[in-house]
């Protein structure tokens, strides 16, 4: 069956590490998204990418980083200087260029910094 | 800013009532969809609409989209307790060059009681 699968489904890490989480897609889709969820703040866009070895920063980048050098996968690195780590990451993927285009979402990772 | 705007922000009814969650947007919409989020979970796809004055059901949840496509609103029927969840409607943003972001308003949390 074709999807979209994130891991793990919760990450705990100590302050000052940097930890990647995986997001994984073999629906052939161009376009992969990294969106942050806190309570009452709706999903927020962190980096998304179009195409293969291409990619933007979203509205709240600062403190991550993704890389994109296969169309299935899109990872994305929380990184030491990220202030607030601790929220659940949604990957999402849809077909690349094209609007109006359902999204397909991952089943989320909720990651806890201590 | 946010730019897309929802309300009620949280919704609590009687099982059997109907509701409506408003989604806004400041700029005219490519188009407009609508997703649910159980706690903790990915988000699934409800329906999307593209042109003015467009009405799409599924079940007993109802969307329309207004003439001149800068407002959508979601209309539940005789609510269930399965119908309890987040609701965000999104949309595509045009953001340079051929790409486009996908954005999302900050959810309508809904309560049914039994």
């Known amino acids: 069956d074709g999807g979209i699968t994130q891991s793990p489904k919760y990450l705990f890490r100590k302050e000052g590490q940097n930890v990647t989480l995986s997001c994984e897609q073999n629906?052939?889709?161009?376009?992969m998204y990294w969106y942050r969820q806190d309570p009452g703040q709706g999903l927020r866009l962190i980096y998304y990418s179009q195409i293969v070895n291409d990619f933007q920063k979203g509205d709240i980048a600062e403190g991550y980083s993704v890389s994109r050098e296969k169309k299935e996968s899109f990872p994305l690195t929380v990184t030491s200087a990220q202030k607030n780590p601790t929220a659940f990451y949604l990957c999402?993927?849809?077909?690349?260029?094209?609007?109006?285009?359902?999204?397909?979402f991952g089943q989320g990772t909720r990651l806890t910094v201590v | 800013s946010q730019e897309l705007e929802q309300s009620p922000q949280s919704l609590i009814v009687q099982e059997g009532k109907n509701l409506t969650i408003n989604c806004t947007s400041s700029k005219t919409l490519y188009g407009l969809y609508w997703y649910k989020q159980k706690y903790g979970e990915g988000l699934i796809f409800l329906m999307m609409l593209q042109k003015g004055g467009e009405e799409k059901s599924h079940e007993k949840i109802t969307a329309k989209l207004d003439e001149k496509k800068q407002q959508s609103s979601l209309h539940i029927t005789a609510s269930q307790p399965s119908h309890a969840g987040i609701y965000l409607c999104g949309a595509d943003r045009y953001s340079g060059g051929s790409n486009y972001k996908l954005t999302f308003g900050k959810g309508t949390l809904l309560t049914v009681n039994p």
């Open positions: 999402a993927s849809k077909v690349g260029g094209a609007l109006n285009t359902e999204a397909f």
């Open positions: 629906l052939n889709h161009d376009a």
